[in-house]
């Protein structure tokens, strides 16, 4: 598979409709206990795509697994599950996933968006949390300062 045939990283923010997940979960369920690489890994991605967490979180795993058992898949893998693990938050995960991919395809178009995606989530995040950091550390001071007045 090439990189062009990768989605981008905004694909994996449009839903799939609930119909659509439906049959891919129906055809996951119909091939159990012996389901076939491709429907693991469509019903996944359908996953993924979902902008329910607790769905998002079992395509992870489901990609988890393929990547384990499936060495002819795990190139593919790699970009999803750096895109799985980019929406659930983890952002290590999703960069840690995303830099064995771009190791491999240093060109490749998606993973390099992706790793953008990425670097301004940690950036844009980092910054909150730096902000409420200091909102509490002033606010701490404040508090000791106004202790400290009242002692005198």
Same mark, same amino acid.
């Given at each position: 598979?090439?990189?062009?045939? +990768?989605?981008?990283?905004?694909?994996? *923010?449009?839903?799939?409709?609930?119909?659509?997940?439906?049959? +891919?979960?129906?055809?996951?369920?119909?091939e *159990?206990?012996?389901?076939?690489?491709?429907?693991?890994?469509?019903?996944?991605?359908?996953?993924?795509?979902?902008?329910?967490?607790?769905e998002?979180?079992?395509?992870?795993?489901?990609l988890?697994?393929?990547?384990?058992?499936?060495? *002819?898949?795990?190139?593919?893998? +790699?970009?999803?599950?750096?895109? %799985?693990?980019?929406?659930? =938050?983890?952002? &290590? *995960?999703?960069?840690?996933?995303?830099?064995? +991919?771009?190791?491999?395809?240093?060109?490749?178009?998606?993973?390099?968006?992706?790793?953008?995606?990425?670097?301004?989530? &940690?950036?844009?995040?980092?910054?909150? =949390?730096?902000?409420?950091?200091? %909102?509490? &550390?002033?606010?701490? %001071?404040?508090?000791? %300062?106004?202790?400290?007045?009242?002692?005198?």
């Open positions: 598979m090439s990189s062009d045939s +990768l989605p981008y990283a905004a694909d994996a *923010e449009i839903s799939l409709k609930r119909e659509e997940l439906d049959v +891919l979960r129906n055809q996951y369920v119909k *159990e206990p012996f389901v076939s690489i491709q429907t693991k890994f469509n019903y996944a991605w359908g996953l993924i795509k979902s902008p329910r967490r607790d998002q979180q079992l395509g992870v795993r489901l988890t697994e393929i990547f384990r058992d499936a060495p *002819e898949r795990r190139r593919e893998c +790699l970009y999803y599950l750096a895109l %799985g693990n980019y929406k659930l =938050g983890n952002y &290590v *995960e999703a960069r840690r996933y995303n830099d064995l +991919l771009m190791d491999r395809e240093p060109n490749n178009m998606q993973a390099r968006s992706l790793n953008k995606l990425i670097d301004d989530r &940690v950036a844009k995040e980092g910054l909150v =949390g730096l902000a409420i950091i200091g %909102g509490a &550390v002033a606010a701490g %001071g404040i508090i000791l %300062g106004t202790l400290l007045k009242r002692r005198r």
